[in-house]
């Protein structure tokens, strides 16, 4: 539908402060508490719920609704992403620019040649769960291999930063909400697996600290989409049925859910494997 000059205008700048919101406190998580949380967090609808949010409310429902059921089986290409990033940004002979350019190059074409397998393949609900499980499990297995390292500590980052951090997301989300109604509500299911938000936070973790810390961000993100994954696959049963204001809310609980069993699940293994390291020194 054609939206009056003034209300696309106000939501233009609704999805921008959103976007600017959901980055930089993404990014200060990372680079405060460490990148084990903000990994963690990328799980949660951030970019994804922005873009069900601002699609429904401009195309309705409907359209929300078979954009989330697609993206469940998308989120395969996010996992492409980040693990194709975290290899480049751990080669050692690559400097930070470098490893930054090549990295988001690489995971970029890997996140599109993979998007486009995902629209081929055209799998609905019952098939694109196990799918996109799987997914995550090889990544998860994948990234498992890759070392920890911790991130330097937290040193403030100047405005330059903030808005390259704002300029990245929003541009991001502006596109995949803007060509929306061109490309259909399956195209933009897959677009919202593109890690918008996850992005910006990446690359400044890498040019303000290192590929490696950069790598640790990306370490947590597999099984933390579920998260998102779980948010997409309540909307798409529940935006068309109770509204998108209840539904994102509701939705938001599925992703919130998933977020806190994973990681109590999560804590558990790391302290039964802590706890048999220390066993076997003794």
Do not use: Q
């Not at 922005?50 to 401009?58: L, N, Q």
């Not at 910006?200 to 993100?221: D, E, F, Q, T």
């Not at 509204?243 to 992703?255: D, P, V």
């Amino acid at each position: 539908m054609s939206l009056p000059p003034d209300v696309f205008n106000a939501l233009t700048a609704a999805k921008a402060v959103a976007s600017v919101c959901t980055v930089i406190g993404l990014s200060v998580v990372a680079e405060r508490v460490g990148p084990r949380l903000a990994g963690l967090l990328s799980g949660l609808p951030l970019g994804a719920g922005i873009v069900t949010a601002f699609t429904g409310y401009e195309l309705g429902a409907t359209f929300a609704a078979d954009a989330a059921a697609h993206s469940v089986p998308g989120f395969a290409t996010t996992v492409v992403y980040v693990y194709l990033y975290a290899l480049i940004a751990l080669r050692p002979n690559l400097g930070r620019f470098t490893g930054i350019s090549v990295g988001t190059l690489v995971a970029s074409a890997g996140y599109g040649v993979s998007a486009y397998l995902v629209r081929w393949l055209d799998l609905g609900i019952v098939a694109g769960v196990p799918f996109v499980l799987a997914s995550f499990a090889l990544g998860a297995w994948g990234m498992s291999k890759l070392p920890n390292l911790p991130l330097a500590p937290y040193r403030r980052l100047g405005f330059r930063v903030v808005l390259f951090r704002a300029t990245l997301a929003t541009a991001s989300i502006l596109i995949i909400t803007g060509v929306a109604a061109a490309v259909g509500p399956a195209w933009t299911g897959i677009l919202m697996a593109f890690p918008m938000t996850l992005l910006p936070l990446v690359v400044i973790i890498h040019l303000a600290y290192s590929g490696g810390a950069a790598a640790m961000v990306l370490k947590h993100v597999p099984l933390s989409l579920g998260g998102v994954t779980s948010y997409c696959l309540a909307g798409s049963y529940l935006f068309p049925a109770v509204g998108m204001i209840l539904g994102t809310i509701l939705s938001l609980g599925a992703a919130a859910l998933y977020l806190t069993l994973y990681s109590a699940l999560a804590r558990r293994v790391r302290t039964a494997r802590e706890a048999r390291a220390a066993g076997a020194k003794s």
